[in-house]
């Protein structure tokens, strides 16, 4: 099974400023099957970014993923209010098998 | 507008069994692979099952397999998660989602239901 490990766990930071979030896999990744979530309390998951890099339907373009092999970035340029959330990583492989990562908390400093 | 409204859960002893419903709407059911993703309070997500559009191929963690049976029926554009001999363990809420790609499998998801909370308790 492929653990994806996300890092920080949590990350304080600033309206405006810019957020960076790591995805490692234990193994490689296909780019095609790396996807990235958003989660607010009390809400379900949003899709945000698929295939390591394309936006999802209507995400602003202050998100952007990037990677590829065993360590995936999701950046957000200038953050917003309302960005601050769970981040979850997600991959696919053979079996199949999808695993997330356990999320990366995004605060407000 | 796709919808995906889940129902079923609830409190159950351990050892007991459950059936969850996904109630979609807004698009073509019939062509879209639909999964179930749970998450246990506090916790981070976990992919429970998958199945095809016409029910053919069905996919299940190592943790639920041979437990939990997903189904689809597409004249009643419902998913389905049959849940028996639950354990502690189980307790969650339980997402249904869509494949974000229509007739195949993309491994992602661009919609999900609200959730369905799980209780496995005695």
């Known amino acids: 099974e492929i653990v994806l490990t996300q890092s920080p766990g949590t990350l304080s930071l600033s309206p405006g400023e810019r957020a960076t979030l790591s995805c490692r896999a234990s193994?490689?990744?296909?780019?095609?099957?790396l996807a990235w979530y958003q989660q607010k309390p009390g809400q379900s998951p949003r899709l945000l970014i698929y295939g390591a890099s394309s936006r999802a339907t209507g995400i602003p373009d202050r998100f952007s993923g990037s990677g590829s092999g065993t360590d995936f970035t999701l950046t957000i340029s200038r953050l917003e209010p309302e960005d601050f959330a769970v981040y979850y990583c997600?991959?696919?492989?053979?079996?199949?098998?999808?695993?997330f990562g356990q999320g990366t908390r995004l605060e407000i400093k | 507008e796709v919808q995906l409204v889940a129902s079923g859960g609830g409190l159950v002893k351990p050892g007991g069994s459950l059936r969850l419903s996904c109630a979609a709407s807004?698009?073509?059911?019939?062509?879209?692979?639909m999964t179930w993703v749970r998450q246990a309070p506090g916790k981070g997500l976990e992919w429970v099952s998958s199945?095809?559009?016409?029910?053919?191929?069905?996919y299940y963690a190592d943790s639920v397999k041979g437990r939990f049976t997903i189904s689809r029926d597409n004249a009643k554009n419902s998913l389905y998660l049959q849940m028996n001999s639950l354990r502690a363990e189980d307790t969650a809420v339980y997402y249904c989602?869509?494949?974000?790609?229509?007739?195949?499998?993309?491994?992602?998801?661009?919609?999900w239901g609200q959730g369905t909370l799980v209780t496995v308790s005695s």
């Open positions: 997600q991959q696919y492989g053979s079996s199949p098998e999808i695993t």
């Open positions: 193994q490689s990744v296909s780019s095609s099957y």
């Open positions: 989602a869509r494949d974000a790609v229509e007739g195949g499998w993309s491994y992602y998801f661009d919609y």
């Open positions: 199945i095809s559009p016409t029910g053919t191929y069905m």
């Open positions: 807004g698009f073509t059911f019939s062509t879209y692979s």
